[in-house]
Each structure stands twice: as structure tokens, then as C-alpha cells.
């Protein structure tokens, strides 16, 4: 194989860019993730079905369809509706990872606070703390720690999917690696360091995952 690492090398650029733009497009998704997925993971075990209705379609829709529909849809149907016009692919890329982020989190937050026995709950109760007070102090921060994996396997696993916005041509790193191949025509010097990046980004967040677990793990020991 005739790899050429001068071709790498020139489009350094671009692969930096489609770095920092790939992770900040991941963080910005997660971030409003985290508060979607716990809104809407409240609202589906609320007993109220006003509450528990919507959560529910939202998370069966956005789960039960592929993100890279999800991306296409935001980017040419729903944002031109909303605003009159594109707010460019970077916007929408964003928009589409959090709220398809959102559904997977909602889930893991559903599964997280009933894991909590209901013991808990009336515990709290009993010494007068009203439901959101005990939601807030009691459940959640127990739940929290179970949530860990899952919630570092959603942030592994939407840095993976954002390359599917290279559909949109958001300039993260697949894109980069696209349009280096269609400069070039050289597939393995634009994809393989794609590869190797998201390789080196996926072992990053996994140790930070791993080091958040051995953390509130050793403070569950200790408390």
C-alpha cells in the first residue's frame, strides 16, 4: 500500500477543524441530552398522562427512527419551518444530536430512578420532604451513580454517529475526510486518520468514564 503522509499532512487543517468541531457538535449534544433526557425521563414515569404521553412519543420516535433520517428531516424540513430559512449545518447538527441524544437519556434516567427502591421514596416522605425534594436530594443523586456507564456509553456512542452529519456537510471530521477524498482521490489517506481519531477520542472518553465509575464508586465505600 502507498500510503502518503505528505497528503495527510497538508490537510492537517482540516482534520484539526473536523476535530474540534466533532467534539464540540458531541458535548453540545450531550449537554442538552442530559436536560431533555431528565425532563422528558421524569415525564414518562409521571403518572399524569399529560406529562407521561408526550415523553413517551417523543422517545418512541426518536429512537425508533435511524438518526441519519432524524439529521435530514431537521436540516431541510423542520428548521426552515420554524425559522424561514437554514440556520446552516452546524445548527441543525446540533439540534439532531440533542434530541436524539435526549431519548436514549431519558430512557437511561427512567431505568436509573426506578432502580431506587420505592422504599426511598416514602422514606424521604415520611421525614417530610415533598416528592420534588426527595427527587431531588434522595433518588437522583443515588440513581446518578448507576447512570454512569450507560450515560458515558450514549456520549462514546454519539461521537461516533455525529460523523452522519457529514449528510448535511457539517464540517466535522467525516466531512473532512470526504472532502479530502474528493480532492485527492485517495481514500485511505482521508478515512484511515479519520479512523485513528475517533479511535483516540472513543479510549479518551472511555478512561474518563472508567475514572467517573472508580470515583462514586470508592465514595459509595467510603460514605
Known sequence: ???????????????????????????????????????????????????????????????????????????????????GESKGPVFSGMVALSLNSGAYIAEIFRAGIQSI??????AARSLGLTHGQAMAHIILPQAFKRMIPPLGNEFIALLKDSSLLAAISAPELANASRIIQGSTLRPWEAYFPAAVLYLILTLILSRIVHGLERRFSNEGRTS
Do not use: C
Open 1 to 83: 500500500m502507498d500510503f502518503r503522509w505528505d497528503i495527510v499532512w497538508a490537510y492537517r487543517a482540516l482534520f484539526l477543524n473536523g476535530i474540534w468541531l466533532t467534539i464540540l457538535l458531541t458535548v453540545v449534544g450531550v449537554a442538552f441530552g442530559l436536560i431533555l433526557g431528565l425532563l422528558f425521563g421524569l415525564g414518562k414515569i409521571s403518572k399524569y398522562k399529560l406529562l407521561s404521553m408526550p415523553s413517551i412519543l417523543y422517545i418512541t420516535f426518536f429512537r425508533g427512527t435511524p438518526l441519519y433520517v432524524q439529521i435530514l428531516l431537521i436540516h431541510f424540513a423542520v428548521i426552515p419551518s420554524i425559522f
Open 117 to 122: 427502591g420505592k422504599g426511598q421514596m416514602e
